[in-house]
């Protein structure tokens, strides 16, 4: 099964060390079968403030093993991961996978959820089937859906419930989220928690 390694980076130097840490992880990333979905701050934010403040990155992966291998490599911690060290501040989770992207992304982006539930109101499995049914509606697939592998770094994603809807277009996803059918669910999850939604760009491979 495939799954995704999605990072929360608060960046703090954007030069130095970070310079040669993203001119080599990608090439690395892609020798152990990886690819990137999305890379940088949000095109767009439907609700919260905490996904505009950073800089976001979901990369894809034929499965938990293959992004572990990665991870856990001699050339990525010892090589590689030193250079970002004390340049952000990272919280960076492995998700399983419940629909996998097109091989060549156009114009697709992704909605990343970020949940930070402290209650569960009586309404909010109705809120859970009928924003499902209206994700399938406007043409969305969800990668992935809150099913936590493993925190590789940091401490948010201990606490979160994390959501990766893919849509065709920009103007899909939004049509989506100001729909009136969408307005009227919402509701059912109210005081549920904090929430933190922002859709990002498809890199083009």
Do not use: C
């Not at 099964?1 to 060390?17: D, F």
């Not at 959820?113 to 309404?123: D, E, K, M, N, Y």
């Not at 399938?136 to 959501?163: A, D, H, I, M, P």
């Amino acid at each position: 099964m495939a799954a995704y390694i999605i990072a929360n980076n608060h960046v703090t130097e954007y030069e130095g060390k970070i310079a040669d840490y993203r001119a080599k992880v990608t090439e690395t990333a892609t020798s152990f079968g990886g690819r990137y979905l999305a890379r940088g701050t949000p095109i767009k934010v439907l609700e919260g403030q905490w996904l505009a403040r950073q800089r976001n990155v979901i990369s894809a992966w034929p499965d938990q093993a293959a992004a572990e291998k990665f991870w856990f490599s001699d050339l990525y911690q010892k090589e590689i991961r030193p250079n970002r060290i004390g340049t952000s501040l990272n919280d960076i989770g492995l998700f399983a996978a419940d629909g996998v992207p097109p091989v060549k992304l156009g114009e697709e982006v992704f909605m990343l959820v970020l949940a930070q539930i402290v209650a569960v109101p009586p309404t909010m499995a109705e809120y859970a089937t009928k924003a499902a049914e209206l994700v399938e509606q406007f043409g969305g697939t969800y990668l992935s859906r809150g099913n936590r592998l493993k925190v590789l770094e940091g401490e948010w994603f201990e606490r979160s419930r994390v959501l990766l809807v893919m849509w065709p277009s920009l103007q899909v996803a939004t049509d989506f989220w100001t729909s009136p059918a969408y307005e009227k669910i919402k509701p059912l999850r109210a005081g549920s928690g904090v929430y933190d939604i922002s859709l990002f760009a498809a890199e083009k491979h």
